[in-house]
């Protein structure tokens, strides 16, 4: 059998030698094609190779009737209109990890720009002057950098620091003390590391609960003099709180590849000479471009000739007889993992997931890989999904095991997923009713009654007369309205749960005022 293939964005000759190799493939490079052309031609290739110019959408990939797999030689794959993609059993792929190196090294070249002044100092020399003594610097060595997020790129910075005899100090949600001890490196919860850091460098996805993560609180438990380095996501420093630092003083500099908005030509913090910037550069080097074709081509090659690929970003092709059984589950089972994911704050070791009823005769790997993703998808985002959730809870340290029992408790199916952390186990379960859909119905051992959606604070409290009133007028006064409330509890006047579902998302300051009173023991708001 030969395969066609079409490269419709430019790609190495290097890159695509993996393509080339195979005696089985023939490979057409138009990388000129309007979309009417593509759509034209689509219909007689088995894979398609794209960078971020060509625009896949949903017409195109209808009439690719013999299209398997899309290759994004890249990171994102906003180009892609994935959900068409899946729908039509087509699997889409990219190249995650290739840039890793590229976008580290460009963090350490910022990171030492910044501290010995070299693009101000290149500039001044330009303009013909000879200012020794205005551009004196500083010394990584001894200095304490802050890693927020240590994934692939946060890891690497930390390694090529400690190659700098920098002190190292670190955050992520999923890094604990002994992973730290391992990588010769100090572990930090987010505020030790602002509070301890000299330079502070940012690797963390652009999530809901990281845009301005670096803001006006964060930068006032910095150190004076801190430095600042952003080669991640634009939008994960506020903007305006960075430049008020640096004018301030007590930001010495910062070195910034991204932007909130780009491309940033008017951006004033460029107005500043303590701001030296790039054009969003992290994975321009020749051999990360190289490296993402290569990656794609590769899982190319492998899916055509053995159906298996190194970095899917969509959900594979189930058998439609299997598909209409456990599709009504995929909704509760993803919300179940957002839902247990906000009950703790520590770093997750195991996730237990028990199938019980109708589900323990169904193939329930597909809902596994779903309840996983909404665990991570909190922290994620976008970077988790059906495919690669269990790749990236094993890369995370996190075991996950499947489990079936004839045991229902009163359900027809019955979904529980239990997680373990270093203070001990968590868990929450789930079913669909007829007629109502899906529900949340226990947390932990205390039974409730919860559609697994919309604004939910969750609390833990103490068992006693006039608590549901002073709550209810706490969250009177902060303007929240409860829609539905739920409670349950252990035993007359010990502990209790309270669920309330409300119309808006729950402020940090009225997260903390209900804190305040004294018959609460903790409170969550949990967002779904």
């Not at 150190?223 to 003083?249: F, M, P, Q, T, W």
Request: hydrophobic share 40%.
């Amino acid at each position: 059998m030969t395969y066609h293939i079409l490269i419709a964005d430019p790609l190495s000759d290097d890159g695509i030698q993996p393509l080339q190799e195979q005696e089985d493939m023939l490979i057409d490079m138009k990388t000129d094609l309007t979309s009417n052309e593509l759509l034209e031609q689509i219909g007689k290739y088995d894979a398609l190779l794209v960078r971020s110019q060509t625009q896949v959408t949903r017409e195109i990939i209808e009439a690719a009737k013999k299209l398997k797999i899309i290759a994004r030689a890249g990171v994102g794959v906003d180009n892609i209109d994935l959900n068409a993609a899946t729908e039509n059993g087509i699997i889409v792929v990219n190249a995650p990890n290739a840039n890793t190196n590229s976008a580290a090294e460009h963090t350490i070249a910022m990171m030492m720009s910044l501290s010995r002044k070299i693009p101000q100092a290149y500039l001044s020399l330009k303009g013909k002057k000879w200012e020794r003594s205005k551009y004196v610097g500083v010394e990584l060595k001894g200095k304490t950098l802050g890693i927020i997020g240590l994934g692939r790129i946060g890891t690497e910075v930390a390694y090529r620091a400690k190659g700098q005899r920098m002190n190292v100090i670190a955050y992520d949600p999923f890094f604990t003390k002994e992973k730290a001890e391992k990588m010769g490196i100090s572990y930090g919860t987010l505020e030790e590391v602002l509070q301890t850091a000299d330079f502070i460098t940012v690797h963390t996805p652009l999530l809901k609960n990281t845009k301005h993560l670096l803001n006006k609180e964060a930068f006032a438990m910095m150190k004076d003099g801190v430095h600042i380095i952003n080669c991640a996501r634009g939008g994960i420093i506020d903007e305006k709180a960075l430049y008020d630092a640096i004018v301030s003083n007590k930001v010495a500099g910062a070195a910034l590849d991204v932007f909130e908005e780009e491309p940033a030509i008017d951006n004033r913090l460029l107005e500043l000479p303590e701001v030296i910037a790039t054009p969003h550069l992290g994975a321009s080097t020749v051999e990360a471009q190289e490296n993402v074709a290569i990656d794609v081509s590769h899982d190319v090659v492998s899916f055509l000739h053995e159906g298996v690929v190194q970095n899917p970003v969509n959900l594979p092709s189930v058998p439609k007889e299997i598909m209409s059984k456990i599709e009504p589950y995929f909704y509760l089972a993803e919300k179940l993992g957002k839902f247990l994911s906000y009950l703790t704050d520590e770093v997750i070791d195991e996730v237990n997931i028990y199938y019980s009823g109708e589900l323990a005769n169904m193939e329930v790997a597909p809902l596994t890989r779903n309840t996983v993703k909404g665990l991570l998808k909190r922290y994620l985002g976008i970077h988790v999904n059906d495919v690669n959730a269990l790749y990236l809870a094993e890369r995370k340290g996190i075991a996950v095991h499947e489990n079936k029992t004839s045991l229902t408790k009163g359900f027809t199916n019955l979904l529980t997923i239990e997680i373990t952390s270093k203070s001990g186990k968590r868990s929450v379960a789930g079913t669909l009713l007829n007629g109502l859909g899906a529900r949340i119905v226990k947390v932990d051992h205390y039974r409730v009654d919860v559609t697994p959606e919309g604004h939910i604070v969750f609390i833990y409290h103490h068992d006693q007369p006039g608590v549901i009133g002073k709550m209810g007028n706490l969250l009177g006064e902060h303007d929240i309205n409860i829609a539905t409330m739920q409670v349950d509890r252990a035993d007359a006047g010990g502990d209790a749960i309270m669920l309330l579902k409300v119309d808006k998302p729950v402020k940090k300051k009225t997260l903390d005022a209900l804190q305040q009173l004294n018959e609460i023991k903790s409170v969550k708001a949990i967002n779904l």
